[in-house]
């Protein structure tokens, strides 16, 4: 029995991996009981009498279920929300996941395991990326978790952080559910892992994956073109022109494009990241005639019509909306000033990354950008960055603050309150 016992402690103490899973499972059993526990709570308090599975697989979850169940259909007179507004590759893994049970689990139990497995790995990966953050990837100095500098152990606390962020910060439980998030939030955390690796073939690999989870994936190639810029800058032992001086820079940027061209592998891994949303297109081509019809459908969720971006905020934060909107405004406002340091942190292919995906749902309305922003994974390492350089009492109160925050959303989730959705 000791012999076992010794051997798991070196286990523990030698293999870095494992270490990172034990410490991330430990979090996320914690997320989850507290998940479980509101389900009783919110049953009396409401009067309901729903199951864990019911509670948490609201909204859109159905339309998922459905899709496991019965493929892509027509929309109704009854509901004009045609299901194909949902991208294919989500779908896809629970189908098979449920099929290896002979259709004995049930849809939603089928998605949350799915979900649950897909956040771990995402949280797994991205503990490795902050093991090292600032030497691996930004502005050459390591994040170090103030107040921890001392302590043994304290890579723990670093991974301990980033998987609350990433198991119960606001709007976590959306990774939890029946819901795109935690796939579209693992294949993005492993694009981004690869290419912090310069592994491009790999992270283009996992982009192509994510545009088939959603059609904001396809934007993973500016991430791996721009870290591709500035390997070959270092390569070449040369410095970015400053933008004033335009024809150097645009001779700076053919010089690169022409570098590029002789790397068919580099190509390669470029072109193949928008194929998710390619393939989908082409199935849609042929489904219903329109390969736009992903986008063409969401008029059934969205039919305002207000000046792109600019205009949306405008409307939104001057109250010019309903309330809940303003809120969305206002976290639109945040996130791009969060997004604003990550670039002063020289986080700049993520920054980007997350810039362009916000822009993208606010051409047409703030209505849901909080999970959103959230989804796109990088915001998690911009919250970590904040969080590890506070004070260490400042940075548990922060931590507390979301937790607690999370439990009160989970209580609304629960009883459909779409409010701050």
């Known amino acids: 029995m000791s012999k076992i016992k010794d051997k798991s402690r070196r286990l523990l103490k030698e293999n870095v991996n494992f270490r990172i899973l034990m410490t991330i499972l430990m979090v996320w059993g914690l997320s989850r009981l507290i998940m479980i526990a509101l389900v009783p709570i919110t049953n009396l308090i409401c009067d309901t009498h729903k199951d864990f599975a019911v509670s948490i697989n609201v909204w859109d979850a159905e339309h998922y279920a459905d899709i496991m169940k019965y493929g892509y259909t027509y929309p109704t007179d009854v509901d004009p929300q045609a299901n194909w507004a949902f991208f294919p590759l989500y779908p896809l893994i629970c189908m098979f996941v449920r099929a290896l049970s002979f259709n004995h689990l049930s849809a939603y139990v089928t998605g949350m395991i799915v979900s649950n497995i897909c956040i771990i790995i995402a949280a797994f990966y991205s503990a490795k990326i902050v093991t090292d953050l600032g030497l691996n990837y930004g502005d050459g100095k390591k994040v170090k978790l103030r107040g921890s500098e001392s302590k043994e152990g304290k890579v723990e606390y670093s991974w301990i952080l980033i998987s609350i962020l990433l198991f119960a910060s606001p709007y976590a439980f959306y990774a939890g559910s029946t819901y795109t998030e935690s796939l579209f939030i693992m294949t993005i955390a492993l694009s981004f892992y690869n290419i912090i690796k310069k592994n491009y073939l790999a992270a283009g690999f996992f982009a192509m994956l994510t545009s088939a989870t959603r059609i904001v994936g396809c934007i993973l190639v500016f991430p791996i073109i721009i870290e591709m810029f500035f390997d070959w800058i270092r390569l070449e032992d040369r410095k970015i022109p400053h933008i004033k001086d335009f024809k150097k820079f645009c001779r700076c940027l053919w010089d690169f494009i022409l570098y590029e061209l002789k790397r068919p592998v580099d190509i390669f891994s470029v072109m193949?990241?928008?194929?998710?949303?390619?393939?989908?297109?082409?199935?849609?081509?042929?489904?219903?005639?329109?390969?736009?019809?992903?986008?063409?459908?969401?008029?059934?969720?969205?039919?305002?019509?207000?000046?792109?971006?600019?205009?949306?905020?405008?409307?939104?934060?001057?109250?010019?909306?309903?309330?809940?909107?303003?809120?969305?405004?206002?976290f639109c406002i945040v996130a791009f000033a969060l997004y604003g340091y990550m670039i002063y942190r020289k986080y700049i292919s993520m920054a980007i990354f997350g810039i362009i995906a916000l822009l993208i749902p606010l051409t047409s309305h703030v209505m849901s950008t909080p999970r959103f922003i959230i989804g796109v994974w990088v915001t998690y390492i911009g919250v970590y960055d904040l969080l590890a350089r506070m004070p260490k009492i400042l940075r548990v109160l922060i931590t507390t603050a979301l937790i607690v925050i999370e439990s009160f959303m989970i209580f609304y989730w629960y009883q459909e309150f779409y409010w701050f959705m």
Do not use: S
């Open 272 to 330: 193949i990241a928008p194929l998710g949303t390619f393939a989908y297109m082409f199935f849609l081509r042929i489904f219903c005639g329109d390969p736009w019809a992903f986008m063409h459908v969401q008029i059934a969720w969205r039919d305002d019509n207000y000046f792109p971006i600019i205009g949306v905020l405008w409307k939104a934060c001057t109250g010019q909306l309903e309330l809940r909107y303003t809120y969305m405004g206002w």
